[in-house]
Structure formats: C-alpha cells, structure tokens
Nanobody, 125 residues
Framework: QVQLVESGGGLVQPGGSLRLSCSASGRIFSINAMGWYRQAPGEQRELVASITGDHTPKYADSVKGRFTISRNNAVHTVYLQMNSLRPEDTAVYYC???????????????????WGQGTQITVSS
C-alpha cells in the first residue's frame, strides 16, 4: 500500500522553528513534484511550497524567506524547514505528491494527487 506519512508538527512559540517531514511508504519507483499545503480553520487549503523532481522550489509569498522546502529522492521524502514562525502560520499542514510510480507485484503503477493525513502546527505564546 502506498501512502504519504507526515511528521514533525506541534506547538511552537512565535519566532520559533519546526521541521516537517513527509515520507512515501510502499514500493516507490519515483515521485514527480511534491508539495506542502496548509488549511487553517474556516479557510481554503493553500499551497505553501512545492518542489519538482529536479529540486526546483516554489513558495507562497507569505512564507518566502522563512520556509525552505527540500527533498531526498533516495528515500522518497520531502521536508519543510519553517523558521520565524508566526501565529498566522497556524494550520493543518498536508503533504502532496502530484504523480508517483510504484511497484504492484511486477507491474509499475501510477497514482495521482496523493495526500498525507495532515499534521497540526500551532504557533502561539
């Protein structure tokens, strides 16, 4: 079974830092772009940062200069280093893979728009 598993959420004071990780489990062959999204209560889910398979990042304006996305293709993991956190960063953060290839038996199968279960980030004093 293929799934994305996030870790690293929690409570942090304003100005603090956290690092999120998201690993793909299963017999993964490759993953195209991966990204982090967030959803605050009463708000729509929004893109925070994304990274292509060749490590080209993209950031929402609200996190530029504070957050850094990276990935390790060898272990099918994407990271989000979050610095200078603000109360408005409080949300559930979700990992996403837009297209991944995995082995099912001897066959190579595709999955599209795969989501993790989400992890809560609360920035509060």
């Amino acid at each position: 079974q293929v799934q994305l598993v996030e870790s690293g959420g929690g409570l942090v004071q304003p100005g603090g830092s956290l690092r999120l990780s998201c690993s793909a489990s299963g017999r993964i062959f490759s993953i195209n772009a991966m990204g982090w999204y967030r959803q605050a209560p009463g708000e729509q889910r929004e893109l925070v940062a994304s990274i292509t398979g060749d490590h080209t990042p993209k950031y929402a304006d609200s996190v530029k200069g504070r957050f850094t996305i990276s990935r390790n293709n060898a272990v099918h993991t994407v990271y989000l280093q979050m610095n200078s956190l603000r109360p408005e960063d409080t949300a559930v953060y979700y990992c996403n893979a837009d297209h991944l290839l995995y082995y099912s038996g001897d066959r190579l199968e595709s999955m599209y728009d795969v989501w993790g279960q989400g992890t809560q980030i609360t920035v509060s004093s």
